[in-house]
């Protein structure tokens, strides 16, 4: 038994590092799987997992720990230890953490890293095409936006996560109006120290995510009040943040605070 959850796990994280938009599923899955297990248990099952995936390679066992093992781990000590903090904080205290977590492992493998990006290269002009100017703007792009493409990974599990396990509170998942402090800081030292900095670009582009996610949650709020279809609503609600992102993680900002935002009939 332990052995067959413990290669179910591997499957999934094998999916969830192959399509990202997948790597909910694996602390999906050992939630609702494991939560029936003992802590011996579940030591065994991430024990034999672990040591799959160190055989097949050790980069995925780091990923496994760095990544997986703190979504989950975080996830139990909010719902068992501090059940006040806000959905929202959650998500984002926990991509965060494995966004550090994982920026600070990629500073030790770095030249690695550049060798899988001229890798990259190769492929991208032999296999699909691409002129060396363009190339050149993608890798240039993932170099500069780095820890912003790690957060948005590792957002991305989070939140389905928390959707899948408690979405039926949707509507009511809150955020603190502290994380405007992230992007204040970052907005003053961009704009008006102007310092060109690697850090603070990635940091004001989190930020802004932050808002701008939960500015989501609160047009979708919105439209639940004058359209009484919730997949409709939903996909109204992100179109909208897709198309006036600005405007969304205004609201958004605003809305932690506690301010009201309503739509009114003319």
Known sequence: MFLITALVVVSLFILSISIPFLSFTLPVYKIKKMSKLGIKERLLVNLLA??????????????????????????YYFRNFKPEVAIFDRIFITSLTVTLIMGLY??????????SLETLKVFYSTNLNFTTDEVNMIIDF?????????FVYSAISTYFTYYILEGKNYKNWGIS??????????FIVNKFIKIDNYYDKN?????KLIYIIFGIRVCYTIL?????????????????????PTAVFIVGALKSFNVKVRITKK
Do not use: C
């Open 203 to 207: 940091l004001l582009s989190i930020s």
């Open 50 to 75: 672990g040591l799959i995936l160190l055989f097949l390679d050790p980069l995925f066992l780091v990923v496994y720990i760095g990544f997986f093992i703190v979504v989950e781990m975080l996830y």
């Open 177 to 186: 109006y502290k994380w405007t402090i992230l992007y204040i800081v970052g």
């Open 142 to 150: 993932l170099k500069s936006n780095y820890l912003f493409l790690l």
């Open 224 to 244: 639940s009040q004058k359209i009484n279809f919730k997949v409709i609503n939903k996909v109204l609600a992100v179109a909208v943040a897709a198309s006036f």
């Open 106 to 115: 990629s500073y030790f493998i770095k030249d690695d890293l550049t060798n």
